[in-house]
Every structure is written in structure tokens, then in C-alpha cells.
């Protein structure tokens, strides 16, 4: 089945360390795009590619990174310097930066 | 900020109509009006979109009123299943230009009860 598939389902990050976020699509889409949701919240925009190899900052980029080296896959990193990590996390697809935008299931980060 | 507003809360019979109102008074004559719903801990689910004329699909129906300063999502018949938050979204889709990301405000939350 073509689909977004977000890994890990849940994960924990100690103080001052980086984790990666995966996101793989199989739907031959090419915009990604992270999110975040705080608790009670919309979502917001992290970072967002039209492209491979070409990605732009969304509203809150601080404290994160990204990657863009193959149409499939656009891993997510919450970097130490991101204070609050602690959100659900949403990655989506589209077959243009125009189209409709569909979601994975979303990694929930929480700090030890 | 969001360019819609929706009641924080509505409740609805199983079985009946479910009426979701959504306010987007500021809304341009290139934007269109996208609705999505997120039941708990799940990424959102893309429901139906519209520009001017109404629309129907398997899941929904979309109303939007001729001056197209508001908008109607219908669920025909709520089942228990329906029970989410549902999001009202305005944005423009021409091809080129729009860097395309949603922006989500608070949504609606739908509780339908048996």
C-alpha cells in the first residue's frame, strides 16, 4: 500500500542530545513537509522541500534540521538547541507544493 | 495566523447530520477552502476541498456560500467514528509561487454521541 510511514512511533531524548525523526513516502510525491503540535494546538510548520536536494525554513525552524538527499525520505532533526522538544510530530506529503497534503501517523518526542 | 474561525466545540447525534461551520470572511478570490480532521494521536486526514462551487465525495459534503465568506462541511450521516477534530483551511493553489504548507488553527472538535 502507498502511504507516509513516520518511525519511530514514540521517542525519548535526554538532554543535549540530537534524535532523528524519520519520514518515508512511497506515493512518488514531490513536496514533504514537517509539522509540529503542541497539546490543544494546530499545526505548525517546520520545514517544508518542493525538491530533492532543496528545502526552506517554515515558521520554526530553530532547533531543527533537515535533509533532502532522496525523493522518498525527509528525516526530521530535533538538535539540542531546540529547548522544548517535547511535541507530536507530523510529516506530510504532496505531489506538488500546491497539492492536497496527505499525513503520516506522527512520532511523539517527549524529554527523559 | 489562521484565516478561519469554527466553533471550539459542537456534539452531534449518531446517525444524524453533522453541520461544521467555518467562517473566512478575509478569504481571496485564488483561495480555496480545504477541510481536514484528526482523530486523536493520528495525523490528519484530508476530507474535501472547494473554490467556489459546492462539492461532494464518499466521505462529505462542502457548502460554500456565494459570496464565499463562509462554508458548511456535512457529514450525512455521523457515525461514532466521526469523533475528531475537524479543520477548516483556506489557501491558495495556483501552480508555482506558494511555498503550499497549511496553516492550522484550533479546528473544531466533533463529538458524536450514540
Known amino acids: 500500500d502507498g502511504g507516509i510511514t513516520q518511525s519511530p512511533k514514540y521517542l525519548f531524548r535526554k538532554e543535549g542530545q540530537n534524535v532523528t525523526l524519520s519520514c518515508e513516502q512511497n506515493?512518488?510525491?514531490?513536496?514533504m513537509y514537517w509539522y509540529r503540535q503542541d497539546p490543544g494546538q494546530g499545526l505548525r510548520l517546520i520545514y517544508y522541500?518542493?525538491?530533492?536536494?532543496?528545502?526552506q525554513k517554515g515558521d520554526i525552524a530553530e532547533g531543527y534540521s533537515v535533509s533532502r538527499e532522496k525523493k522518498e525520505s525527509f528525516p526530521l532533526t530535533v538538535t539540542s538547541a531546540q529547548k522544548n522538544p517535547t511535541a507530536f510530530y507530523l510529516c506530510a506529503s504532496s505531489t506538488t507544493p500546491q497539492g492536497i497534503q496527505y499525513f503520516g501517523a506522527g512520532t511523539r518526542l517527549s524529554v527523559l | 495566523d489562521a484565516k478561519t474561525t469554527q466553533p471550539p466545540s459542537m456534539d452531534c447525534a449518531e446517525g444524524r447530520a453533522a453541520n461544521l461551520p467555518c467562517n473566512h470572511s478575509?478569504?481571496?478570490?485564488?483561495?480555496?477552502v480545504y477541510w481536514y480532521r484528526q482523530i486523536h494521536s493520528q495525523g490528519p486526514q484530508y476530507i474535501i476541498h472547494?473554490?467556489?462551487n459546492n462539492e461532494t465525495n464518499e466521505m462529505a459534503s462542502l457548502i460554500i456560500t456565494e459570496d464565499r465568506k463562509s462554508s458548511t462541511l456535512i457529514l450525512p450521516h455521523a457515525t461514532l467514528r466521526d469523533t475528531a477534530v475537524y479543520y477548516c483551511?483556506?489557501?491558495?493553489?495556483?501552480?508555482?509561487?506558494?511555498?503550499?504548507?497549511?496553516?492550522f488553527g484550533k479546528g473544531t472538535k466533533l463529538s458524536v454521541k450514540p
Open positions: 483551511i483556506v489557501r491558495v493553489a495556483p501552480y508555482g509561487g506558494s511555498q503550499g504548507n497549511l496553516i
Open positions: 506515493l512518488n510525491h514531490d513536496a
Open positions: 472547494g473554490l467556489k
Open positions: 522541500s518542493q525538491i530533492v536536494n532543496d528545502f
Open positions: 478575509t478569504i481571496s478570490g485564488n483561495e480555496y
